[in-house]
């Protein structure tokens, strides 16, 4: 959907090491996000971005760092892993405001 | 959005009923709604959305209510198929952020 691409679609780390997860859409679309997905809690947002180079919190975003240097690229950083950090990793686009979000197919991450 | 318990609520109709699904929402600045269908191992897919100056909008076997009275948003499923059978949730957006729901599990009956 929108030509979303997120890598890897599955990890497997160990506590207090780096990962990076990717996020690559070929719509040119202005808007893109991080969620995380777990049980009993839905999608809430980790950052979000609104242009190359501007990005923003979103309600759980302890623990984890974004960028975003060309429109079509959304990195997410989680700079020393946690346990708690094990969830299913979304990116979403939109392209303008009033739009919905559309979604890629996830990264599962478990930390071990 | 609001959040629920680990598991989600479930509602199961026989193939070919309609189904009516039910959101609650927490933020009166919202002002526009959407409503996903996720499937197992896929990300959330955009069935419908609605503006905050409207009160229905209809799709293709699919019509979005919203009552923002009560802050009330429900997804309307016509002769729902066994296709139909996944997770749905409604999504509320203020300016740039979007908050979700847990969910409702519809499970579809042969």
């Known amino acids: 959907d929108a030509g979303i691409t997120q890598s890897p679609r599955h990890k497997v780390t160990e506590t207090g090491t780096p990962v990076t997860l990717r996020c690559h859409q070929t719509e040119n679309h202005r808007y893109m996000y991080w969620y995380r997905q777990d049980p009993g809690h839905g999608l809430r947002l980790i950052h979000y971005s609104y242009g190359v180079k501007d990005t923003d919190k979103g309600e759980v975003s302890d623990g984890y760092s974004v960028s975003r240097s060309k429109t079509e690229d959304f990195l997410l950083t989680l700079e020393s892993a946690t346990s708690s950090q094990t969830s299913v990793y979304f990116c979403?686009?939109?392209?303008?405001?009033?739009?919905?979000?559309?979604f890629g197919n996830g990264t599962r991450l478990t930390v071990t | 959005g609001e959040s629920v318990g680990l598991h989600l609520p479930t509602l199961s109709v026989q193939e070919g009923d309609n189904s009516i699904i039910n959101c609650a929402y927490s933020n009166s600045a919202s002002d526009y709604f959407i409503w996903y269908k996720q499937e197992s191992g896929k990300g959330p897919q955009f069935i419908i959305d609605?503006?905050?100056?409207?009160d229905k909008r209809q799709g293709q076997r699919v019509t979005v209510l919203l009552n923002k009275t009560v802050k009330h948003l429900s997804l309307q499923i016509a002769a729902t198929q066994p296709g139909d059978s996944a997770v749905y949730f409604c999504a509320e957006n203020d300016f740039n952020k979007f908050y979700f729901g847990s969910g409702t599990k519809l499970n579809v009956k042969p």
């Open positions: 609605i503006r905050s100056n409207m």
């Open positions: 979403a686009t939109r392209d303008r405001e009033e739009s919905p979000l559309h």
